[in-house]
């Protein structure tokens, strides 16, 4: 049984957190003066012409740190249940997060031994 | 338990009295605390502009913004209003459609996560079962915005800026994520206010921080480095990076990214303050000092002085949470790059992992200690 009262309250404060950006860049719209000139809208680069785009082929380093955080963030998606019902559970559910946990360790531990946590 | 002032029903009640129906008396109520804790969100970015001006400059020795009212505290105003009538500079090389939700995408996240930041028994918005765990999943969108505005500027220190952002949030957000069920599972519940409850009744040393010390310090580096604060300032690094992913921005557009990142840090700390600094509660039980005092617990005048006391209880937490956190951007270096990614990965995830079966284990051992 899902208890879906109280999510009015997150729609009504969505529109109203919404509301906060759109009527900042309304008001601004109305009152900020003309954009001047061609030279203001280009790229900065330490005051030279830009040389090239950003929008390149090249090494993001960060994209193995992003395929382990998906591991563990599901990891914690799954622990989340289990926290709050802990009470209820005992010794057995401990044992098994442990095992959970255990496993998703030696993941850890082979993605730290293969170099995937290391920036360079 | 003392059930504490109760604003809604008084206000659907009075309303009543008047002759309309509770149902539509409800509706009426529904935009008043939203609208309220959004004024509020507004004014305590303000206030900690201020304090930010004001710490750094005493920690130089300066005397900072003096001019704008008394003490300056009306320069933040006067920054804002300058940054409204300031002109609005795309670059033609931008995208602009994703230049303009990128800072958008920053702020509506943060500002929605005041959902469920109670100010006492019954002063939040809405009591969500998920409560904290909403917190920790609209904290996963911003990282998208501001990919989205460093990608769109099509400027090179716009993107190194944004792909750090991500990566540091990415990073940090596991730690956080495990410092924060630990504290769920004490309480049995995701729920803000039966957090804060949980902490009730020993006044002082109730507080999380006493049973979660290791859980506490995870999640406060963590939350410096979600918002970005400076020994993690990697994203907006000026000597390296300008002002990362905010380098092409002017204007209304910057004045968001500015704005969230000033909302989020007094977000976190009040969360903090919450999670491990139990809320609302006075340092000494209120509760039972008055059951001492002989004074009924539903008498008026009482629930409004603790009602008044924890909302004042909840600011002063949260914004010596931000006294620290200032205090520290003007004694810490900077860290490299890979130093931070380092500290989350291999060592706050590998004790934050410990602290949760530590928490779990030692649950198991003192339930009564733990949260039964």
């Known amino acids: 049984m899902f208890h879906l009262s109280g999510y009015e309250y997150f729609l009504g404060f969505l529109l109203i957190a919404s509301s906060v950006p759109i009527l900042a860049l309304t008001a601004s719209k109305l009152l900020r003066p003309p954009t001047g000139g061609p030279e203001r809208r280009t790229t900065y680069e330490s005051g030279m012409e830009p040389l090239g785009g950003a929008w390149i082929q090249f090494n993001i380093r960060y994209y193995m740190f992003a395929l382990v955080f998906v591991v563990f963030d599901v990891e914690t998606v799954f622990l989340y249940p289990w926290a709050v019902a802990f009470n209820q559970l005992g010794l057995l559910a401990f044992v098994e997060a442990l095992i959970f946990i255990g496993i998703l360790v030696v993941a850890l531990v082979y993605a730290w031994r293969k170099g995937a946590l290391e920036w360079s | 338990m003392n059930s504490g002032i109760d604003l809604q029903g008084s206000f659907i009640q009075s309303l009543q009295q008047l002759g309309i129906p509770p149902e539509i008396a409800k509706i009426f109520w529904l935009p008043l605390p939203m609208v309220l804790m959004v004024i509020g969100a507004v004014v305590g970015v303000l206030v900690s502009v201020w304090l930010e001006r004001k710490i750094s400059a005493a920690a130089q020795q300066r005397i900072g913004p003096e001019f704008a009212g008394p003490l300056g505290v009306l320069q933040p105003v006067a920054d804002g209003l300058k940054l409204v009538f300031k002109e609005d500079i795309v670059p033609a090389q931008a995208d602009n459609w994703l230049f303009t939700l990128g800072p958008v995408l920053v702020v509506i996240p943060v500002i929605l996560s005041f959902l469920i930041v109670p100010f006492g028994q019954n002063l939040l918005i809405t009591d969500l079962n998920v409560g904290i765990f909403l917190w920790i999943s609209l904290s996963s969108i911003a990282p998208i915005g501001l990919l989205m505005s460093g990608y769109a500027s099509n400027n090179k220190y716009s993107l190194l800026g944004g792909l750090r952002a991500a990566a540091q949030s990415i990073s940090y957000e596991i730690p956080l994520a495990l410092a924060v069920l630990a504290v769920a599972m004490m309480s049995n519940s995701l729920s803000t206010i039966d957090i804060v409850q949980q902490q009730s009744g020993y006044g002082i040393l109730g507080w999380n921080v006493w ?80 059951g001492w005092l002989g004074i009924s617990e539903t008498t008026p005048w009482l629930q409004v002085v603790t009602a008044s006391l924890g909302i004042i209880m909840t600011v002063l937490k949260a914004y010596f949470l931000v006294f620290i956190a200032v205090l520290l951007r003007w004694t810490l270096p900077r860290v490299r790059i890979d130093q931070l990614l380092n500290l989350g990965w291999k060592f706050l995830l590998p004790v934050a992992l410990v602290n949760l079966l530590l928490t779990a284990g030692l649950k198991l051992a003192f339930p009564i200690a733990f949260g039964g």
């Open chain 2, 211 to 290: 049973r979660q010390p290791v859980g506490f310090l995870i999640f406060w580096i963590a939350a410096l480095a979600e918002c970005e604060r400076l020994p993690f300032d990697l994203p907006e690094a000026e000597e390296e990076l300008v002002a990362g992913y905010q380098t092409e921005y002017a204007g209304m557009r910057f004045a968001l990214f500015y704005v969230g990142s000033y909302i989020n840090l007094v977000l976190s700390a009040l969360i903090v303050a919450i999670l491990y600094l139990g809320g609302w509660e006075f340092p000494i039980p209120l509760d039972s000092l008055a």
